[in-house]
């Protein structure tokens, strides 16, 4: 059972504009530490999409962005793709758990 | 190129061992830390071990302390994940994944992620 959750999948039309939450507690997100995103296409390793809550690797589109407030942080995906089609997922460090923690993991569909 | 090249999985029987080992290229491997991650089928990752740059220092998730062990060669460029007392809980496709950070490892990513190897353990 992860202590990281996320909505099990979320869907938009091609243009539009999806979050996906990934909601946590004091202990991890609430405790200041920094939550970092990964796209996983099926069959493939996941990949690093926003680091460090806000920053977007080299080569990664500014249509994704982070963010986090209190307890929880988002993604959003704006213009949305049909090569957006994935898994995404959550990361962060949790004190109880003195180890990195993962969401449970959202899949985005096209419509 | 940044590479990883994950090795050394297979077919196990419980109570059995594996080891596995994680190529690197295209970086200065020695001055980062490196984890490996596990996916089981049809679930979400989860975060299995780290060590440190220099090896100094290693971290383990709950479920697999004691029975698996992280360990580097850093003239071989490769880490490796030695894993014991397996059971049919560990059965995973395992990734090596170079770890991303500043300062503090709490807030490190995982930024290079290998191809995986998949550790299948049964009767």
């Known amino acids: 059972q992860s202590v990281l959750t996320q909505p099990p999948s979320v869907s938009g039309a091609p243009g539009q504009r999806v979050t996906i939450s990934c909601t946590g507690s004091s202990s991890n997100i609430g405790a200041g530490y920094d939550v970092h995103w990964y796209r996983q296409l099926p069959g493939t390793a996941p990949k690093l999409l926003i680091y460090g809550n806000t920053n977007r690797p080299s080569g990664v589109p500014d249509r994704f962005s982070g963010s986090k407030s209190g307890t929880s942080a988002s993604l959003a995906i704006t213009g949305l793709q049909a090569e957006d089609e994935a898994d995404y997922h959550c990361?962060?460090?949790?004190?109880?758990?003195?180890?990195?923690?993962f969401g449970t993991g959202t899949k985005v569909t096209v419509l | 190129e940044v590479q990883l090249l994950d090795s050394g999985g297979g077919f196990v029987q419980p109570g059995g061992s594996l080891r596995l080992s994680c190529a690197a290229s295209?970086?200065?491997?020695?001055?980062?830390?490196m984890s490996w991650v596990r996916q089981a089928p049809g679930k979400g990752p989860e975060w299995v071990a780290t060590i440190g740059g220099i090896g100094s220092r290693m971290f383990y998730a709950d479920s697999v302390k004691g029975r698996f062990t992280i360990s580097r060669d850093n003239s071989k460029n490769t880490v490796y994940l030695q894993m014991n007392s397996l059971s049919a809980e560990d059965t995973a496709l395992y990734y090596c994944?170079?770890?991303?950070?500043?300062?503090?490892?709490?807030?490190?990513?995982?930024?290079?992620w290998g191809q995986g190897t998949l550790a299948t353990v049964s009767t």
């Open positions: 990361q962060s460090y949790d004190s109880s758990l003195s180890g990195y923690v």
């Open positions: 295209g970086f200065p491997f020695d001055i980062n830390a």
């Open positions: 994944a170079r770890n991303r950070g500043s300062g503090s490892y709490y807030n490190y990513s995982f930024d290079t």
